[in-house]
Every structure is written in structure tokens, then in C-alpha cells.
């Protein structure tokens, strides 16, 4: 069972519990509003239902309410910046505002945003730079609990460890593509056990290692304490992905990369190396909008296959669901909404 909230109902509850646990008005609006777009865009895995963990985090110390970035190496077109902890929704916009700043100045900004706390949807972020007439690239780790185990591999090694890009299109909406490296986010399997549901096979392994369809093993212990782990997305292509992610994102940026033994810290740290280009400055402006346009025009003339509803775009069911959610409401299982009203009593706020 579950219920439905309109989207203004739940920016108003996210935050008031993000203030409550120490976040400034604007803080904590900026995080409510970016939790609820992952929900009405069709992402319940990074929407409100992160709100406890969120709260788990600040009262243990690894997340910092009013943390604001700073700035490491400023090189012009190549920037170095660390997130202090901070709320990845406010330090992630702040990063990308000034990289964007930049390859609208010199034509091209290389960013490494190391220790944000979660930055949510990528995907976001990506949608930041299209909205400028900019492309993006976006590498991101997470230093959290190693929920993804290596092709081959018996356990947890890595996070879900997300890749996106951006590409505006003249005159229509952009290509925003944005997935997890593991077959599905681990925010997914939160949503499927909260709801009492199984998942389909071959996403999911047990704490031994074997094949399951319960995705509660890696959302509680099992016995003995241990978790099962999802699996990469496409075989050894979705896991050297995340690999790439892991050592761009993590490595590169200064951020670090996971190589410990799992803890039970609630933090889900962040790192993401970005590539940001500015097609006007780069000389290719006309070119890059007509064949582009006529590559996307190329894709949709393809015959749709049978029992699917035709070629689509990255970024076109997101926008869908933004359209319905706006209209009909985001629902929440019941199992969600009692987290986010337990959350809001640890710090003090009254949720209706």
C-alpha cells in the first residue's frame, strides 16, 4: 500500500526535516526541491525516500549542513574542488555553476569535485550544462558500503557508480543520458524491499554469492551480518565502466576510492569528474546542431519493434514522468513515508 503526494506537499516536508536537522532556509529548499525532481522525474531512487539516510548522516558527522565548496586549484578551464561534505545537491550546483561559467568564458572546463555527500541524480547536473547550449560528461564514485560486485566476482566491491552526458539539440529537447554502472541503482532495490516486492532475475547476488531475486540482501543484513551485492550492467562492459568511474571519479578528482572493509556509517560520499565543452567556442556550433538534429531524426524513422511503443531518447521518459507526476502525484509506499516521518522526529520537525 502506499499514498499520493503532490510534489509541493513534499517539498514542503523534506524541508522542513533538512532544517531542522541544521540546514539554512535556502539549503534545505535547494535539497527538498532537487529530491522531489528525481521523484516526479520518475526516480524514486534518488528522491525523498533518501531523506532518512540523509538525517542519519548529519547526526553522525558525515554530512555538514551549510557546507559550501572549496575551491583547490583554480587553472582557468581546469578546476579542483572539494565538496567539505557538504549536501551534494547544494555543493554539486555550486561546482557546476562555476564550471559552466568557465566553458561559456574559454570553451571548456575540466572539473574535479571531490567529497561531496550524495549528489542525488547526475542527471541533474548534466541538465544544468544543456540548458546553457553546453555538453557534459560526468564520471561519479561513491564511498559508501560496496553494494556491486566486479564481473566475475563473489561480493561488494564498488557503488553503484553513475556515468552521464548531456548534449543540448537545436530546437528540441536534449539527449540527457544517465544510468548507474550496476544493473539497476541501489536506491531501486530500497524502493522494491520497502514495497514487499521481488525483482526480475539476474540483478541481484546473496551473501553467499548466489543468484537471488530478493532485493533486501542488499538493503539489511543476512545472517552472519553480511549483505549480497547487484550485479554491473552488461557483463564486463558495465563493469569496466565502473571501474573508469571509480578511478576518474574517485581517484583522479583527490577524493579517494573504496578499498576497506564495509562499515555501518550512514554517509554516502561522492566524487565526480566532469568534462564540460561549449560547442560555439569549439567551432563546430552549425555542424553539431544539423547533424546532430538529423542523426535523432535518422533514429526515429526506425519502425517500432514489436510490443514497445518505438525508438525514444535518453531523457524523454524522465520528462514523461515529470509530466504525469505533475498532474497525478508522487505515491510512496507506506514503508517510505513512516522512514521520512521517523526521520523528521530525530531532528525535531512534525510531519503531518
Not at 547536473?125 to 561519479?140: D, N, P, Q, R
Not at 550485479?231 to 571519479?249: N, Q
Not at 565543452?277 to 533514429?299: C, D, H, I, M, R
Not at 517500432?304 to 524523454?316: F, I, Q
Request: with cysteine; glycine share 14%.
Amino acid at each position: 500500500m502506499g499514498q499520493k503526494f503532490s510534489a509541493a506537499q513534499l517539498r514542503a516536508t523534506v524541508s522542513s526535516i533538512v532544517k531542522a536537522a541544521g540546514s539554512s532556509d535556502e539549503e534545505a529548499r535547494t535539497v527538498a526541491d532537487n529530491l522531489v525532481l528525481a521523484n516526479l522525474s520518475g526516480h524514486d531512487s534518488h528522491g525523498v525516500g533518501m531523506v532518512p539516510r540523509y538525517i542519519d548522516a548529519v547526526l553522525e558527522g558525515g554530512l555538514k549542513p551549510n557546507a559550501s565548496i572549496a575551491v583547490k586549484l583554480d587553472g582557468g578551464s581546469l578546476l579542483a574542488i572539494d565538496g567539505q561534505r557538504g549536501y551534494g545537491q547544494v555543493v554539486g550546483e555550486q561546482a557546476m555553476q562555476m564550471g559552466i561559467g568557465r566553458a561559456q568564458e574559454s570553451g571548456s572546463c575540466v572539473l574535479a569535485l571531490a567529497n561531496a555527500h550524495h549528489l542525488g541524480r547526475i542527471g541533474h547536473f548534466a541538465e544544468m550544462a544543456v540548458a546553457k547550449g553546453l555538453v557534459s560528461i560526468h564520471f561519479v564514485n561513491v564511498q559508501s558500503r560496496p553494494v556491486v560486485a566486479p564481473w566475475s566476482g563473489g561480493d561488494g566491491r564498488f557503488g553503484t557508480n553513475p556515468f552521464t552526458v548531456g548534449v543540448p539539440l537545436a530546437g528540441q529537447e536534449p539527449f540527457i543520458l544517465d544510468f548507474a554502472t550496476s544493473r539497476v541503482a541501489q536506491g531501486k532495490m530500497r524502493v522494491a524491499h520497502n514495497k514487499g516486492v521481488q525483482v526480475e532475475p539476474g540483478i541481484l547476488i546473496d551473501e553467499q554469492g548466489r543468484p537471488t531475486t530478493d532485493p533486501g540482501v542488499v538493503v539489511v543484513p543476512q545472517p552472519g551480518g553480511f549483505f549480497g551485492a547487484l550485479l554491473p550492467f552488461g557483463e564486463h562492459k558495465g563493469y569496466g565502466m565502473a571501474v573508469a568511474c571509480e578511478l576518474l571519479g574517485g581517484a583522479l578528482t583527490g577524493g579517494g576510492t573504496w578499498h576497506r572493509p564495509a562499515d555501518a556509517k550512514r554517509a554516502v560520499i561522492n566524487g565526480m569528474f566532469t568534462i564540460i565543452v561549449n560547442p560555439a567556442k569549439l567551432g563546430t556550433q552549425a555542424s553539431f546542431e544539423s547533424e546532430a538534429l538529423a542523426f535523432v531524426e535518422w533514429l526515429r524513422q526506425s519502425p517500432p519493434a514489436p510490443d514497445t511503443d518505438g525508438v525514444r531518447l535518453a531523457g524523454e521518459p524522465e520528462r514523461q514522468a515529470r509530466r504525469e507526476r505533475e498532474v497525478g502525484g508522487i505515491e510512496l509506499d507506506d514503508q517510505t513515508w513512516s522512514e521520512i516521518v521517523a526521520a523528521g522526529t530525530k531532528v525535531g520537525a512534525q510531519v503531518a
